[in-house]
């Protein structure tokens, strides 16, 4: 099987499973009053990055909404992302290139949402021949305000 679902790949080479993590370590899913960023040291923001792939729509203190583009033949750079949601809009097919060498391909299909914990060090280049485009809401905090 040549092509993998990106999420579920993801995941589990960047042990992003929250259910592996010791008790009080960044729950964000399962402490509605987490004070974790989700924010890492050494992280790498998309939007600066990668400018022209990725769009501000959208900006609080909980949460920051990006639009992700990526053209057929096109690559972004490198990057990470705190824990997110994501929707694809347009799929197609991606190959995500890992810090450590790996690659992962990746056939993303519109109407498609998920969510991952954070995610380390990587870029991305559209293999396919349609535009990908994906809106991720980062979470920030979801600390409450008086």
């Not at 589990?12 to 370590?25: E, H, I, M, R, V």
């Not at 750079?77 to 991606?94: D, I, M």
């Not at 990746?106 to 914990?117: F, Y």
Request: hydrophobic share 35%; glycine share 6%.
């Amino acid at each position: 099987m040549k092509k993998i679902l990106l999420p579920v790949l993801l995941c589990f080479l960047l042990s992003c499973n929250q259910n592996n993590k010791p008790d009080g370590a960044n729950t964000i899913l399962t402490d509605p009053v987490s004070k974790n960023t989700a924010i890492q040291p050494g992280d790498i923001d998309a939007l600066t990055a990668s400018p022209a792939n990725f769009k501000l729509l959208i900006e609080n203190q909980y949460v920051r909404v990006l639009e992700y583009t990526l053209n057929p033949g096109e690559k972004d750079q490198w990057h990470t992302h705190p824990a997110k949601s994501s929707y694809v809009v347009s799929g197609g097919n991606l190959k995500v290139f890992l810090e450590n060498g790996d690659s992962i391909l990746s056939n993303e299909t519109a109407g498609t949402a998920l969510w991952m914990d954070h995610v380390g060090k990587h870029y991305v280049e559209n293999t396919g021949s349609t535009r990908v485009k994906i809106i991720l809401t980062e979470i920030k905090s979801l600390e409450k305000t008086k």
